[in-house]
């Protein structure tokens, strides 16, 4: 079984696809992860994030290996090297959606992706990013595609990062800028644009707790996965 959870920055993804891990025992795929390590190493390296030529070699020399944390969670190895909150600095974040532009990385990530959804040791995965439902799993039986206001997003995304010490009290409306400037590039690449798949259930998550999205995600799931079997 694979559940495909896609949508903007901010708009709970992360935190709702944990939680249905947890609850059916299925594994966490964290893409975004993905790009964000690939802009990791291109930053690491002074490659430059724009250069399709520069970006796929980088790709080619590059050891990815997916592991799963103790609580859940995903964690991403580059070349051997266990990358944690370094993937999570804003200027990591901001080159992650620009080699998310590149078609080059995308076709490099794309079977990475895809062989951990062919996993036949897990029950299920849920898998969330921008166009796993459009592109990396069409077949999903179980697609959402979140969204929310922004200035609800910019909250969430701000009292994360103050949690994990990355920005002071006065910068919410610093990221509030930089989550719609990189939804605005997510949104309009020619390459995997982020939008929902066809058959995707659209869910508002603006004024709903986790849990209310997660108890109506597993009603969702349960049905399918009936109807699938
Ligand atoms: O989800 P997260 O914010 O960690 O993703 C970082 C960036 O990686 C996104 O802004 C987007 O540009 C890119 N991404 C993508 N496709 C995915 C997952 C992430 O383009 N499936």
Redesign the pocket.
Same mark, same amino acid.
């Given at each position: 079984m694979i559940v495909a959870i896609d949508g903007p #920055?901010g708009a709970g993804k992360s935190t709702v696809a944990k939680l249905i891990a947890a609850k059916l025992r299925y594994v966490y795929l $964290? /893409? *975004? #992860?993905l790009? %964000?390590a690939v802009a990791w190493k291109a930053l690491a390296t002074g490659t430059d994030t724009t250069s399709p030529n520069a970006m796929k070699r980088l790709c080619e020399s590059t050891q990815l290996t997916i592991r799963h944390a103790e609580d859940g969670g995903m964690v991403v190895e580059v070349d051997g090297r266990r990358l944690t909150s370094e993937i999570r600095a804003p200027e990591v /974040?901001r080159a #992650?959606?620009q080699v #998310?532009a590149i078609a080059e990385v995308r076709s490099w990530l794309l079977p990475i992706q895809q062989g951990f959804g062919r996993r036949k040791d897990v029950a299920g995965i849920v898998a969330e *990013? %921008? $166009?796993?439902g459009t592109r990396?799993f069409p077949e999903a039986p179980v697609k959402f595609f979140f969204k929310a206001d922004l200035e609800e997003r910019a909250r969430r995304r701000h009292q994360e990062l103050m949690t994990a010490g990355k920005v002071n009290a006065s910068d919410l409306s610093e990221t509030s800028r930089a989550l719609d400037a %990189?939804d605005g590039? $997510?949104q309009s690449r020619d390459v995997?644009p982020l939008r929902p798949a066809e058959d995707a259930e659209v869910i508002d998550t603006t004024s709903l707790t986790a849990e209310e999205v997660v108890e109506h995600m597993l009603s969702t799931i349960e049905r399918k996965a009936a109807a699938h079997q």
């Amino acid at each position: 079984m694979i559940v495909a959870i896609d949508g903007p #920055a901010g708009a709970g993804k992360s935190t709702v696809a944990k939680l249905i891990a947890a609850k059916l025992r299925y594994v966490y795929l $964290d /893409t *975004g #992860a993905l790009y %964000r390590a690939v802009a990791w190493k291109a930053l690491a390296t002074g490659t430059d994030t724009t250069s399709p030529n520069a970006m796929k070699r980088l790709c080619e020399s590059t050891q990815l290996t997916i592991r799963h944390a103790e609580d859940g969670g995903m964690v991403v190895e580059v070349d051997g090297r266990r990358l944690t909150s370094e993937i999570r600095a804003p200027e990591v /974040t901001r080159a #992650a959606a620009q080699v #998310a532009a590149i078609a080059e990385v995308r076709s490099w990530l794309l079977p990475i992706q895809q062989g951990f959804g062919r996993r036949k040791d897990v029950a299920g995965i849920v898998a969330e *990013g %921008r $166009d796993l439902g459009t592109r990396v799993f069409p077949e999903a039986p179980v697609k959402f595609f979140f969204k929310a206001d922004l200035e609800e997003r910019a909250r969430r995304r701000h009292q994360e990062l103050m949690t994990a010490g990355k920005v002071n009290a006065s910068d919410l409306s610093e990221t509030s800028r930089a989550l719609d400037a %990189r939804d605005g590039q $997510d949104q309009s690449r020619d390459v995997s644009p982020l939008r929902p798949a066809e058959d995707a259930e659209v869910i508002d998550t603006t004024s709903l707790t986790a849990e209310e999205v997660v108890e109506h995600m597993l009603s969702t799931i349960e049905r399918k996965a009936a109807a699938h079997q």
